[in-house]
């Protein structure tokens, strides 16, 4: 049974064209995570929402941004995609630390 | 800024040894350390945690094992089967900063048969 759901599985998108991936729970659990992983390279926090409380990571750019309209569902918004931005999207949910649920990413393509 | 990493990038072993995939930390306030296992094409997969109050944990064929000491966190796997194959990697989370969880690099292992 799925319980952490993303959708697309894989997105491409043109260079500069906003694209929205999403992410669905069906654990309830109140805190969900953005990760961005590039290859080879170890999952990256982009931020988090602790029930509706939005805790950006500092180093997140500015092009990325997360909504999360209510328990069961969260965004990752990427208002103008780079070719560096192209990566695996992972999302994530928690009750409590330390044990995450992951989906199983979204493949993010930009030309 | 303190960070969590990994010594060995790859690892191949025999089917049927045991493997062992070391981790040095640098971040003393760590309330948890945590390993995860990611198969190609998914997301991490949750393997075993560890306290930062204890020094060993013990799952099923897995032991974690905690140094505070030198700052090292390794992964035991004993019988190691062709379906570890995997990257693993290790994590902490720091409670007080919000939930956040770290990783650090990870070891691709590969077993062979």
């Known amino acids: 049974d799925a319980m952490v759901i993303q959708n697309p599985r894989y997105q491409v998108t043109q260079f500069g064209k906003p694209v929205t991936l999403s992410c669905s729970q069906t654990?309830?659990?109140?805190?969900m995570y953005w990760y961005q992983q590039k290859s080879s390279q170890a999952p990256k926090l982009l931020f988090h929402y602790y029930d509706k409380d939005f805790n950006n990571e500092a180093d997140t750019p500015d092009n990325f941004q997360s909504r999360r309209p209510n328990t069961s569902f969260c965004f990752l918004d990427i208002r103008s995609p780079g070719l560096g931005d192209a990566a695996m999207y992972l999302c994530?949910?928690?009750?409590?630390?330390?044990?995450?649920?992951f989906g199983p990413g979204t493949r993010l393509t930009v030309l | 800024g303190e960070s969590v990493g990994l010594h060995l990038p790859t690892l191949s072993v025999q089917e049927g040894d045991n493997s062992i995939i070391n981790c040095a930390y640098s971040n003393s306030a760590s309330d948890y350390f945590i390993w995860y296992k990611q198969e190609s094409g998914k997301g991490p997969q949750f393997i075993i945690d560890?306290?930062?109050?204890?020094d060993k944990r013990q799952g099923q064929r897995v032991t974690v094992l905690l140094n505070k000491t030198v700052k090292h966190l390794s992964l035991q796997i004993a019988a190691t089967q062709p379906g570890d194959s995997a990257v693993y990697f290790c994590?902490?989370?720091?409670?007080?900063?919000?939930?956040?969880?770290?990783f650090g690099a990870g070891t691709r292992l590969t077993v062979k048969p």
């Open positions: 654990l309830n659990h109140n805190v």
């Open positions: 560890i306290r930062s109050n204890m």
């Open positions: 994590a902490e989370a720091v409670f007080y900063n919000n939930n956040d969880m770290r």
């Open positions: 994530a949910t928690s009750r409590e630390l330390p044990e995450q649920f």
